[in-house]
């Protein structure tokens, strides 16, 4: 009777949810948080920028006579919304 009380209760526990942060044996917690982090900054900057530099280059050819500028502008905002949303964290 007490070890079906005691798979009772072991089965009736929920499981421990899964870390968000995927740690290595080998490397300590704060290098993992460091490496996802900058993991998330680069990859945001690649989004963003390239993001920036394709409105830039709509822009460019509809609005300004296909000049350079705007798409260098738009990848500038980008990058920048990237190292400000990286400098937040």
């Not at 798979?7 to 942060?21: E, H, T, V, Y």
């Not at 982090?37 to 993001?51: N, P, Q, T």
């Not at 006579?65 to 990286?86: N, S, T």
């Amino acid at each position: 009777m007490a070890d079906a009380k005691a798979a009772a209760a072991s089965s009736s526990s929920s499981p421990k949810p899964a870390s968000p942060i995927s740690v290595r044996p080998d490397k300590p917690v704060s290098e993992a948080l460091l490496n996802d982090k900058w993991d998330h900054a680069i990859s945001s900057f690649i989004v963003r920028s390239g993001l920036g530099l394709s409105f830039g280059v709509v822009f460019s050819v509809l609005l300004f006579k296909r000049r350079a500028w705007p798409a260098w502008v738009g990848l500038g905002f980008g990058a920048g919304r990237a190292y400000e949303e990286a400098d937040g964290t």
